[in-house]
């Protein structure tokens, strides 16, 4: 079997210790540090737009549809303010 790399950056990804994943990178959208992790915003060839953290993948634009589906009709809300709790109840606006 013969295999055609069209990209020339690529993210490895392991899954376990003898599994990984490699997704081929099209651009480099942004690439830097906080003071917490490291941070990159990736174009890819299968997954458009992709969020990583710390070499990991979070988020990609393929898998908008999976939030867009997700539409709750009641959100409860907590909020901890200075020790007190309150919880809200929250109606879907349609």
Known sequence: MYVRIAATKFILEWITESLASIYGIKEVIYSGETKYQKV???????????????????????????????????????????????????????
């Not at 299968?46 to 898998?63: C, N």
């Not at 589906?69 to 809300?77: C, W």
């Open 40 to 94: 990159d915003i990736v174009r890819t060839h299968d997954f458009g737009l992709v969020l990583l953290l710390d070499g990991l993948l979070q988020s990609a634009e393929i898998d908008e549809y999976v939030v867009d589906a997700y539409k709750p009709e009641k959100v409860n809300v907590t909020e901890v303010k200075r020790g007190l709790v309150r919880t809200e109840e929250l109606q879907e606006v349609r």
